[in-house]
């Protein structure tokens, strides 16, 4: 038997002592968001026992939809008294394992926070409920002229409160920065139901400590966020797409540092390496080349002249390195139809085995190439099928393994892989996750990358948010033997 995060976990799930799974927690949980929803069928507890990360599960004994600050209050208060975990999920979308309820418990779907609540064209900031979905908040402040950037490939699913909690990048990174760079102010719930806000709209405030920040990639572990207050800018006049096929990933790598030196900050820099563009040609059929090593998908985007000119200069710097092919899409559809290779990697590539494995490991630019020739050499070290593709604009890898979760020697083999994967990255002074979160998926490697003293120091900040280790319990942390006395 161990402890996770103060709770007393049996190979069947949480101890009977801790949890009560008995109707009165079902009847309370109904008095507080009313019968409709509380969700206990089976099938519903099966559909909520895993995210988008493969191989992680665990059942939750009740789904709550909340619609109010004070519903969510009140339900963390009764798991706070009753000691059950609360695992806080938008879609469900993450790949990190960071909604898995490990230690069984409510799941809290937030989807039900889903209103736009206000476009403040004067401060130009947006306020939303967390399960506002990302793309439907793109398009309604598009609609008024204004741009809110971070673009995760799951935007058409994911929720804006997922965005924030997890931290989520996106390919528009490079130039705009990530979902950290939009949030202005937070209203949240502590695990022992206090309603509180940190930030607002302005854009400077340096008044305390920045909660708003120490929330934002949280993972639903500290506090459970319910509206958000996020900045916006004026959307791009155009827009333009081009792909540069490249017969050496160093060249594709060299043509990234080179642009930037250039002084030219494209919006989007994405890459994929030679297999996966072949499983992605032999999925979408986009006509690409076999026999390069590499293609760079770039977007710029700005005033007209200068996205021609930015296009036409990193072109030239592209043929001066080698690239050898150029294409520049002449319209919006061209563009479109470009991108496609990237948007359709992870679909094209999880139809080759039962089990797509796909990480983060994230360098600095000037690292890109030797990554990728580091991740090649693994692969073939351990007999794993790695694909790679990612933002090469910030060095955010996703070397993908397609494998069989069946075959336990083999998932050996792509965990020895993965791990010296991120051993390389953090040698070359990268990081072993640049957008999707740390979760379950990665707890292990933590301490490497903060060190046992960062560890430390961050559990502190956990048990002062939430002092008995109801919320999301075994994410981020690995299991901890000596938290529970904390808690008494
Ligand atoms: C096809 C695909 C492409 C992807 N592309 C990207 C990408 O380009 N960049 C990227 O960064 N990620 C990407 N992801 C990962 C994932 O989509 C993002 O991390 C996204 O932000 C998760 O949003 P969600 O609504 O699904 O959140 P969930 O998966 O439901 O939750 C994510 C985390 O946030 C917590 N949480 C959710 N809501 C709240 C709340 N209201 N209060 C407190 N905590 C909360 C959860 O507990 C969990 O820890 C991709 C995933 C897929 C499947």
Known sequence: MEKVLGLTVTDEGVDDCMVDTNSSIRSRLCAIVGEDSVRDSANERHAYSYDATPIVTGAPDWIVFPQ????????????????????PRGSGTNLAGGTVAVAAGIVLNMTRFNRIVEIDESNLTVTVGPGVITADLHRAVEARGLFYPPDPGSMRISTIGGNVAQGAGGMRGLKYGVTK?????????????EILRCGGKNYKDVAGYDLTRLLVGSEGTLAVITELTLKLLPLPESKRT??????????????????????????????????????????????????????LLIEQDGVEQQVDRDIDRIAQIARKVGATDVQVANTPEDGARLMAARRSALAALSRLRPTTILEDATVPRSELATMVSEIERIAEKYQVQI???????????????????????????VDAAFAEIFEVALRLGGTITGEHGVGMAKAKFLPKRVGEDGIQLMMRLKQAFDPNGILNPGKIFVRVPDWQHVAE
């Open 68 to 87: 109010t600050t004070r519903q969510v209050s009140e339900v963390l208060r009764l798991a706070n008294e009753e000691r059950i975990p609360v695992i």
């Open 242 to 295: 081009m792909v540069v096929y490249c017969k050496r990933m160093v060249d594709a790598a060299r043509i990234v540092e080179r642009t930037i030196a250039a002084k030219i900050i494209p919006a989007t820099m994405e890459f994929l390496d030679q297999s996966t563009m072949r499983v992605v040609d032999q999925f979408a059929h986009l006509g690409l080349p076999t026999d390069v090593a590499a293609m």
């Open 181 to 193: 760079d939009y949030v202005l102010g937070l209203e949240y719930v502590l695990p022992t139901g």
């Open 387 to 413: 694909c790679t593709f990612g933002h090469a604009g910030d060095g955010n890898l996703h070397p993908t393994c397609m494998t069989d979760e069946r075959d336990a020697e083999e998932l050996e083999r």
